[in-house]
Every structure is written in C-alpha cells, then in structure tokens.
C-alpha cells in the first residue's frame, strides 16, 4: 500500500465562532487529500496537503463533459469526544460503482478509508460541537487530460474535502414541502442516474427552481420513461407509509442507492415492520391520500438525515401528509440513527467507524 505523505499547514485558519449558523458546505478547513492518476502507472502519490485552490488546464476533461464522480459522508463528534463515522466503507464501494459507470478508473477502497481518517483526524478540531452539527466530507474524482476529445481522460485527480456543516435544510427536523416534478426528468433507466455524478445534479437545477419559486424546498423526481413512478428527491431517498407497509422506490438503476436508505431498510426489518422495495405510482400515492392510508412520508440522505415529508405537490393536487407533522416512524429512524451515529446507541457491527480520541 502507498505510503500517505502529510504536509501540515503552517497558516491554519479561524475556526467558525457561532456554531449555530454554520450553513451546509460553505467552510472549508486547513487540509485535504489528494491522489493523482497517470494512464500507465494507475493511482500515486497519495498526499494530505494544506488545503489550498488547484490549477486546472481549461481543456481538462471534466469541465466539457463532466466526467467526474463524488460522495458525501459525515463525521461525528461523539459526547465523549470521539470522532466517528457513519459505514464509510459503503461510501467507497458506491464511489467505484459510479467510477465503473464513468470510465474512471477504481480506487483502492482501504486506501482511501485510511486516507480519509488521517485527514480528519489532522483537521479534528474542525468537527463541529453543537447540536445536530457534523464534519461533512466529500470525496471525489475528476477527469483532468487537458484535451477537447470526448473519449475517457487518461489522468484523474482523487480528492477529500472537509466542510464543518449544520442542517442542509434551513427547517431542520421539520417536516418539508415537497414539489413533483411532471415535466423535467432527472434520469432515465440506462442513464447514470445511480452514480453520484455531478450530471445528475445538473440537471436537476431547473426543476429546483421552479419548485423554490412556488415555495417548495426540493423535487421529487419522476420515473423518466413514463413519468408516472416515483423516484427520488435532488438529495435524498424517499419512503412512504401506506396502511401498515412502509414503501420505497426499488433501485431500476435511474436512483441513488441510498446509504441512509439502505441503514433505514434494515432497522425498520430488524424492528419488525414490513418493507417493500417496489414501484410506486403516483396515482397509487393520490388514491392513498384520498383514502386516509397515506400515514407518512420522509426522504433520507447523509446531508439530510430523515427529513419528514409535510406537504407534496403534484400537479393541481396539494397532498397534505401527518398534518404537517413529524411522523412517528420519521422519528423513531431519525433517533436510532442519529444515536448510533454519534455513538450514544451501538449500532449494527461496522455502522460507526472511530477515526480518533
Ligand atoms: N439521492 C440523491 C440524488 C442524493 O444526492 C443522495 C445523497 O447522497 C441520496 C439519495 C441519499 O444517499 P445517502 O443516504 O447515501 O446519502
Ligand atoms: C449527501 O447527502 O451527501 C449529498 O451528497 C447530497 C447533496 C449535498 C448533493
């Protein structure tokens, strides 16, 4: 395994003083990692360096033609000062799912774990204390030959970055308002929408605007086929409570396969309740709504940890959902996983991975 070189900086910066207005993903820190990619010599020079801008050719690949991957995972500052993270290993299997879906080249999963527990532990202090506040990371890969060809780049840069972060919604753990996007489509089976790539998210924005015009706070994506299966929200996963089955949309291959979502699914098994991994129509959610089955509904993501669902919008239809309030299943997976990921309940076996003291 390569060796991972630290550079430390000999100019660390303020550290944000009023915790509860850190915003999402605004702050960056003192450091990150970076490995580099040469066609024929594969990943090198695995490196923590003083956080800093990089130099980019204009011709680099990624800026023309978006090749490029990322993830998002968290860090946690535990009551007993621990710094944790939440099942980091699923977050670098994802990465080289959406590398093979991108033509990158994979990444050595163990490398990059280790890489990315020693630049958090260097940058610990940066570990947000207050309440609901964690270390966002992100990882990612971008394409950077300096050549207008649309082929696969031949070189790539791998980098983690750290962002001391709040809520990524202003409510909190409020209940959203939610728009059904019935015009724009996110992705398509074949596509890439089940890889983190920054394409998707691009094409997202319309629909978002939109939907923040008419005081909405996100999209809830249709199928692209037939615009008539749910698929998603622009950041999270979606659940829905129908009678006594809680229902997400099965991963076709056009949704992120949700890490939040996947920890969801096996508590809310391991707790007995039925869950179904299927289509399911918007015409089914109406009728449900209709008939007072619709119980609840909440997205789950990392940055948006279970965000209960309060209103969706679809066309002339306004579904109001558990009367505007927090749902108890919504609140039962909300405490379970914030517990175990900032160590005040033990998780499954390998869910909160301890990075330092
Ligand atoms: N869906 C999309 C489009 C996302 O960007 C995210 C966030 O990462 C999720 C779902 C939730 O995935 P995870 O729970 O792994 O954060
Ligand atoms: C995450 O939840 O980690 C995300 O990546 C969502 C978003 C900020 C793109």
Not at 6 to 11: D, F, G, L, N, P
Not at 183 to 203: D, H, L, S
Request: glycine letters at 10%; charged letters at 25%; proline letters at 6%.
């Amino acid at each position: 395994m390569s060796e991972i070189k630290i550079v430390r900086t000999t100019a660390p910066k303020e550290k944000p003083q009023d915790e509860t207005k850190l915003g999402f993903g605004a702050i960056t820190t003192d450091h990150m990692f970076v490995m580099d990619y040469t066609e024929g010599k594969g990943w090198h020079d695995p490196r923590i360096v003083p956080y800093a801008p990089i130099a980019l050719d204009p011709f680099a690949k990624c800026l023309h033609y978006g090749q490029e991957v990322f993830e998002g995972l968290k860090g946690y500052r535990g009551d007993n000062g621990q710094i944790l993270l939440f099942r980091p290993d699923e977050n670098f299997k994802r990465i080289n799912r959406s590398d093979e879906r991108m033509c990158i080249p994979r990444l050595d999963e163990s490398l990059c774990l280790e890489g990315l527990k020693k630049l958090v532990e260097l940058d610990k202090e940066w570990v947000p204390h207050a309440p609901g506040t964690s270390l966002y990371i992100r990882p990612f890969v971008i394409a950077t030959e300096p050549k207008l060809g649309t082929d696969s780049s031949k070189n790539y840069l791998f980098m983690i970055v750290l962002s001391p972060s709040g809520a990524y919604y202003p409510q909190g753990f409020n209940p959203v308002k939610i728009y059904v996007e019935t015009k724009y489509v996110r992705a398509v089976r074949g596509g890439m929408g089940e890889a983190k790539t920054g394409g998707n998210y691009a094409c997202s924005l319309k629909g978002q605007e939109i939907a923040h015009e008419q005081g909405y706070s996100q999209v809830l994506w249709l199928d692209g086929v037939e615009q008539k299966y749910i698929e998603e929200v622009g950041a999270m996963n979606v659940f829905f409570v129908i009678d006594d089955e809680v229902v997400t949309p099965m991963l076709t291959g056009s949704i992120l396969p949700g890490i939040t979502r996947k920890s969801c699914i096996e508590l809310l098994k391991s707790w007995g309740y039925q869950v179904s991994e299927r289509r399911i129509s918007v015409d089914e959610l109406l009728a449900a709504g209709k008939e007072g089955r619709l119980k609840e509904a909440f997205g789950s993501g990392t940055a948006a940890v279970i965000s209960p669902i309060g209103e969706l919008k679809i066309d002339e239809h306004v579904l109001p959902l558990s009367g505007g309030k927090i749902g108890p299943i919504s609140q039962k997976l909300y405490d379970q996983l914030t517990g175990i990921q900032w160590g005040r309940i033990p998780g499954p076996a390998g869910w909160s991975v301890k990075v330092c003291d």
